[in-house]
Each structure stands twice: as structure tokens, then as C-alpha cells.
């Protein structure tokens, strides 16, 4: 088992910026694929952003238009989800999640049903 925390959500303004923070004890975080999903009030948990196992390739939504970044740090079991020129509508609650199969398809990091490991999420919320 994977104990996912993730940190640093929050409150920001239009135009913001944010870092979400996920920390994956254990020796075999390097192995995973890393997703963050998101989730607003009343809609599905969607895919946001996904890394590889070494932090060598990573893929966003199409929709977020490059505003979101996703990067990790296997020394310290850590990943990240920088956000850019944040809006209104990303407010949601920001989970991440790991997937054991290390295998890097754009179909699979896409699909929630994949990921073997969930965080509890954290809250953005950001205002007009």
C-alpha cells in the first residue's frame, strides 16, 4: 500500500499561481507513473497532468493550454503540479495518484481506473 498526501492547495486570485505537493513514502515511488486528477463540485474526477517513472516525459490535458506544470523529485518521493494564469473554473479538488505498471500510454495515464494509488486531495479554489 501507498500512502499519497497531497499539500498546498488553497485560495488564489484570478492570474495566480499555485504548487500542489504529493509525497509518496516508500522505496518504490520511482517506479510509478504519477497522475494528478481533479475533481469540481457536481462533475467527474478528470485527468489533469501525468509524469513517467523517471520524470523524463510527462503529458497535461489539452485543454489546460500549457498553464500547468507537472515534475517530480524521486530522491525526496515527491511530485508536483505547477499552476499557471489559474481561473475560476480549476477550482476543484486536486488529487494525485500512482500507477504501478510503468507503462507510459497516453490512454492509460488518462484513465482514473488505472492508477492503483489515490491521495486524499487537496482544495483549489480560486476566485474572479
Known amino acids: 500500500q501507498v500512502h499519497l ?4 492547495g488553497g485560495l488564489v486570485q484570478s492570474g495566480g499561481s499555485l504548487t500542489l505537493s504529493c509525497a509518496a513514502p516508500g522505496r518504490t515511488f520511482s517506479d510509478y507513473v504519477m497522475g494528478w486528477f481533479r475533481q469540481a463540485p457536481e462533475k ?3 485527468f489533469v497532468a501525468a509524469i513517467d517513472s523517471s520524470g523524463g516525459k510527462t503529458y497535461s490535458a489539452d485543454s489546460l493550454n500549457g498553464r500547468f506544470t507537472i515534475y517530480r523529485d524521486n530522491a525526496k518521493n515527491m511530485v508536483y503540479l505547477h499552476m499557471n494564469r489559474l ?3 480549476d477550482t476543484a479538488i486536486y488529487y494525485c495518484a500512482a500507477d504501478r ?3 507510459w500510454s497516453r490512454n492509460r495515464m488518462m484513465n482514473r481506473g488505472m492508477y492503483d494509488y489515490w491521495g486524499q ?3 483549489v479554489t480560486v476566485s474572479s
Open 121 to 123: 486531495g487537496t482544495q
Open 44 to 46: 467527474e474526477r478528470e
Open 101 to 103: 505498471s510503468r507503462i
Open 5 to 8: 498526501v497531497e499539500s498546498g
Open 87 to 89: 481561473k475560476p473554473e
